[in-house]
């Protein structure tokens, strides 16, 4: 079975600018959770989608919004790039809303200039 | 806000020592504290998960000891290999609601 796959693996973005990212869960699950990762804050949850609905959101502003598409996969956007959104991004999938057992995907990496 | 404690940030053993990394957390409603291992360029994987029922869960070389009055867990590492090298991460969750420790960056030398 294949794992959850992102794409793309690089990005570099400049300020202002908005990106997309994309996340494909493990067949079969139908839970999908992002992160942010960054040395000094470490990994920090931005939301989680269930069923094409948000179940769950972070703490992090309204520039990062998200959506969860019929096949269970997702993308992440973030809109108005600023130099500390430079971060690794990455999805988990579980099998069910608020599943426990997240498996990770490899993350996106994006700097921004 | 930081939920979860995670110490030491980085250690430093030799082959065949025994790393231990610990957590600490606030929140008594977690009810799930796993352990993940993450590469350099990869996302971190599922190593090893306890519930507060119990309070030591084994599996290969990896151990989790859990005090649940002290809110405190660690991960064991038995016999560490350089392959082992890696950064490690405690959480904790409720559901979907998951923090995650700040991570140990763990070498183990040959």
């Known amino acids: 079975k294949a794992g959850v796959t992102q794409t793309p693996r690089y990005l570099i973005k400049t300020r202002g600018q908005q990106v997309t990212l994309s996340c494909s869960p493990i067949?079969?699950?139908?839970?999908v959770s992002w992160y942010q990762q960054t040395p000094g804050q470490g990994l920090q949850f931005l939301f989680e989608?269930?069923?094409?609905?948000?179940?769950n959101k972070g703490n992090f502003p309204g520039r990062f919004s998200g959506r969860q598409f019929s096949n269970s996969r997702s993308e992440m956007n973030v809109s108005t790039l600023e130099l500390g959104d430079s971060a690794l991004y990455l999805c988990?999938?579980?099998?069910?809303?608020?599943?426990?057992?997240?498996?990770f995907g490899p993350g996106t990496r994006l700097t921004v200039l | 806000q930081q939920q979860v404690k995670q110490s030491p940030q980085s250690l430093i053993v030799q082959k065949g020592g025994i790393p231990i990394i610990n957590c600490a957390y606030e929140n008594t409603a977690f009810d799930y504290f796993p352990w993940y291992q993450q590469f350099p360029g990869k996302g971190p994987a599922l190593l090893i998960a306890i519930r507060p029922d119990v309070s030591e869960k084994k599996e290969g070389r990896f151990t989790i000891s859990f005090n649940k009055s002290a809110k405190q867990f660690s991960l064991h590492i038995m016999d560490s290999q350089p392959g082992d090298s890696a950064t490690y991460f405690c959480a904790a969750s409720k559901g979907n609601d998951m923090r995650f420790g700040a991570g140990t960056r763990l070498t183990v030398k040959p």
């Open positions: 067949s079969g699950h139908r839970s």
């Open positions: 988990a999938s579980s099998l069910a809303a608020g599943g426990i057992e997240q498996f």
């Open positions: 989608y269930f069923s094409e609905t948000q179940r």
